[in-house]
């Protein structure tokens, strides 16, 4: 069944009676050419760009319970391309195309909202560092505007460029960023995979990974087991717990990262902004609600909850920057589960272990690389070695030491 207007209004005249589910509830099979676990954004999308792109349907998508309530529902919504490195930004841009016709390919309204993205500083050290940003940006023909201090003003009316002690000096600007609605993009990607044959099987929780010979060949799970040849990790802050069920330890940690939601308001922030003094981001979502967010709480979990002193830097660093904002209640506050790799970059790559692939190391990144992930996680599994895109974005180039160093601040600077 394809959506429309058309079809909207009809089910709206006849009282809603024609809609059927959006995906199939299928059983377990014994075996099959693909096992991807994790039901999440990343998952969803190497199912179906496997299917798509490389006519692999015999796929199942492994999720422990229902679809989009990891990660995927617990973020901040943005979408952008605007890192430093090549090997970064040239993902991130491909990923950023993606989000661009992808209601229209997956025949779903994922609310892609293209309304901007602005980074701001405060000092001439961040202003070079910005420019730099932006620079290397336009050279690869990514999109980049660098503001000054009455732009700012001009484009965002409620921050405080005259702030005493984090004066705005200006800020790098991403036109083509902006925002998506996660909820919808976990949904139509599961409606488009389930329509071309894959199996998205729920509450089936991995509990070991078969390996013989240096080789995968299955899985077991609460629903029995499963054979596959090649199977795909797409599982978040869980992937070092998955990884070490194939007897592989991966470099990265797990993190909780909070992201918070006030009452609903009129029309207030237009674009997604991005403090530079501190670690604090905000865009306003279609209800009304102001969407924001900060740094990790500073320790190694599991949990989906965060800490008091966390909410408290990230409410300062939102009233620094708006002090309008102290006008505002919260309404909720959620965390996710972040695998944090030690050089800022993701890995989507093959692993020592034969037929195992993962997508992981997301750090801050995740949502927005959602399609470009899937996209080139399928690609590796299909052929078997990495697109160009991901080429770089390797394991090993943590024992080889050639780190994708994104903040561009660590002790290697050759690799700039």
Not at 143 to 156: I, N
Request: glycine residues 14%.
């Amino acid at each position: 069944m394809r959506y429309s207007g058309l079809r909207l209004l009809t089910q709206a005249l006849t009282g809603n009676r024609g809609w059927t589910p959006a995906w199939r509830d299928p059983q377990p099979k014994r075996a099959y050419d693909v096992v991807i676990i994790g039901g999440g954004g990343h998952g969803l999308a190497t199912a179906y760009y496997l299917a798509k792109e490389h006519g692999i349907t015999n796929v199942a998508v492994l999720e422990k319970g229902p679809i989009g309530l990891g990660n995927t529902g617990r973020n901040t919504t943005i979408v952008r391309s605007n890192y430093l490195l090549p090997e970064n930004h040239n993902f991130y841009e491909w990923s950023l195309k993606l989000w661009e016709g992808l209601e229209q390919d997956l025949n779903y309204n994922a609310m892609v909202s293209q309304r901007g993205v602005l980074n701001l500083f405060h000092s001439d050290g961040a202003r070079n560092a910005a420019a730099r940003r932006g620079n290397a940006m336009r050279l690869d023909g990514i999109d980049a505007e660098l503001l000054d201090k009455e732009q700012v003003r001009a484009y965002c009316p409620l921050i405080d460029v005259d702030n005493g002690r984090f004066p705005v000096m200006g800020g790098l600007l991403q036109q083509r960023g902006g925002t998506a609605r996660h909820d919808a993009v976990a949904w139509g990607f599961a409606r488009a995979a389930d329509a071309r044959g894959v199996d998205i099987i729920q509450h089936c929780e991995v509990t070991g990974i078969d390996v013989e010979g240096g080789r995968v060949t299955g899985v077991q799970t609460t629903r029995g087991p499963i054979r596959a040849g090649r199977i795909g990790l797409a599982v978040a802050g869980n992937t070092s717990r998955l990884a070490q069920m194939a007897g592989l330890d991966v470099p990265m940690e797990s993190h909780v990262l909070q992201a918070f939601v006030s009452e609903s308001v009129k029309p207030l922030v237009d674009q997604v902004i991005t403090f530079g003094a501190g670690h604090f981001y905000i865009s306003q979502s279609d209800k009304g609600g102001l969407v924001f967010g900060g740094g990790l709480d500073g320790w190694n979990t599991y949990a989906q909850r965060g800490n008091l002193p966390v909410v408290e830097h990230v409410w300062a660093a939102g009233i620094a920057m708006m002090p309008s904002l102290s006008r505002l209640r919260g309404l909720r506050q959620w965390g996710g589960v972040m695998d944090m790799t030690f050089d800022g970059s993701p890995i989507i790559a093959r692993t020592p272990v034969a037929g195992l692939y993962m997508t992981a190391g997301w750090c801050y990144g995740g949502f927005k690389a959602t399609p470009g992930s899937g996209w080139c996680h399928a690609w590796t599994i299909a052929k078997d070695e990495p697109h160009r895109l991901n080429a770089a974005h390797t394991l090993e180039r943590f024992r080889d030491g050639r780190l994708l160093d994104e903040r561009g601040n660590g002790p290697f600077p050759w690799l700039q």
